[in-house]
């Protein structure tokens, strides 16, 4: 009965022609992303098209879908075609189960529609790109320090971050295990250094590193220097006769010259293996994506549970941009206290916060982080950034998603109900 | 109660304003009984709280104190719903669907097989006259079409209990009688009909035993025939009698004490002569 009452809704909204619209703009939307294409590199237009995609035309249908999820109950509440429904052996919690999951079905089809449109564009337009510009075709797979330790002197420590002078004072290492479990088709494995750089020289555009590779059973052991560029993420391959004598590996890293100094923490450098997938790896981000539109579906249903058709519309895009809003405030405070600038940093780093962005916050933040236990958090729901990385997605990522929408959308059905069951139609 | 289709139990409701604060008194204490197999009228004018009873008979709308009961189970039970059929005092229907896919959807409802739905929906298109229309939207039908339509869907699940609220409204004449036609049929099927309507002259000719509301108070409760006939005045139909003789039966009366209050040439109903125009006509 539940998917009569889905297959109803769907139907309802095909016949409005409310997929139609949605696809037809997002295409257009697709269609012209070369147009805004503004950076010179090479693989700038697959990645402009995979972020107008998930971040454009997602919040285009996602507006159209809260429209529409949200006009759903209160039309037929006042058109009384509800009457005939409820007059017929169909409980609340089925009438707003199939609205639900009628609305979650168009979602899922305008995403899949739109998504292969985007699959071809980005296809399309990544053909002739050399390989080393198809970066956002692979879907790596991410390892983390198990352990990292200051071996010598640490130089100072602040906030978390070891900041250790160059020239063989001290060193920082990061211990990493488990990259693979079978010794065969072991895949090409690279590392990615998001490290803080500080110089007492007067130009810190780039340092002279020096990083070790070293394999834990075998002792093996390669070291190289590196120019890294502030700002700027260095990704080094990994010798693949290393991966293969050993499981476990550990990488020690310092400044080559005593005057330059670098911040570590255990997050600063990954681990990866090189896989293709883009394909399953996108699904996987558009899955994530589905997620955030059955939250907000399950929200919009809960509030035309109760309001009006323009009052409901109004509240499920207040929660939708306060969810949004929410992870602003909390990048928005992180910069403010950013604080991980090291005091050798040139005057052109440090930059003193307006006092007025700060009493703003401060009487933000705190609202904020109790209305955050309530409202959803949508940050929780970004499978892009992965994407332009070209890593992939853990499988817990998707499952912290779906748990998170799925006690969300339980609580959001189980209201809805409650809320039926008390109303009155008039 | 087993025996009783329909029971209510000091029902009352009133409608409270947004402060909570009682705005109007739409149903006083409303006993009820409806037998099973039953034609009951429920008359009233606008506003007698006709649409409040049948609104808190299928659980609607709460009541403010007292009970109701359908089949033998409380009001808005789920499992009752499946043996009760509805007609709105509008048709309230999905207009972007057709004739079949809205019977067919109210069909799966009440998780009707799809051979079952198929058979029903044939049958009830045919019942209601709509099968030259079948394939067309409902944003396209007459007031009168989607009477029949709103009719067909309250009888998809072949109820035991039907309530229909104003289910002649919009109709034309012949409709009227078409819809009249069908209640008795449903009824000597053995179905029991709850029907709400300000029009007297078609729950006079249908219904076995009426209510009359008035202002959210039953005023009146009985069957048709008892309420209307009088001891004191009796009425003779008579056919082929001449002036002379209708004179000597008048002097004959008059003789015995009675009272002829008037003796007039027998007049048939305007309903019964446009009905009668029109199918000469067809």
Redesign the interface.
Known sequence: ?IL??AT?SL??AI??KIPHILIALGTIILAISPLISTTNEQDALPKIMLILFFQVVVLLCMIGIILFSAISLPHDIE?????????????KFKLVAGKTLGFALLAAFILIVLSLVNIIFVFFASAHLPPEHRGIFKARKEFNAQHFHIQGKIHHQKEGIHWIMGGGEGAAIWNFSRLHEKAKNIPPFEAELRLKFDSSRDTTETILLSIAIEGIQSKENKTEVFSAKADETLTISINPEIIKKNNDIKITVFPTLDTDYIGTAQNNIKVFSIQKGFIFNYAKALAITFLKFLLIIAIAVMGSAYLSALVSILSAFAVFLCGHLLDFIKDFSLLLHHSGTHEHALPGMIKKPNIFMIYMDYLCKKPLEWISFILPDFKKFDGLTYLLKGINIPIETIGFSAGYTLIYVTLCTLISCIILKKR??? | MNSLAVKTEGLTKVYNDFWKRKSVSALTNLNLEIKHGEIFGLLGPNGSGKTTTV?LL?????PTSGKSWLLGKPSGH??T??K?G?L?E?S???K??NAE?ILD??G????LSRKERKERIDKLIQIVGLNPYRKRLLSKYSKGMLRRIGLA?AII?DPELIILDEPTSGLDPLGRREIKELIREFNKQGKTILLCSHLLSDVQSICNRIAILNKGILQVAGKVNELLSRSDITEFLVKNLSDKDQESVKVFIQGKNGEVISMHPHLSTLEELFVNIIQQHK
């Open positions: 009965m009569t009452l109803q139907r309802e016949r409005k058109n009384k075609t509800v009457f005939s429904v409820l007059s017929k052996p169909v409980s009155e139609f008039l | 609104k299928l659980g609607f709308l709460h789920i499992k719903k499946y009760i509805f709105p509008e309230y229907l999905y972007f669907l896919e959807f109210y799966k409802l009440f998780n869907q699940n």
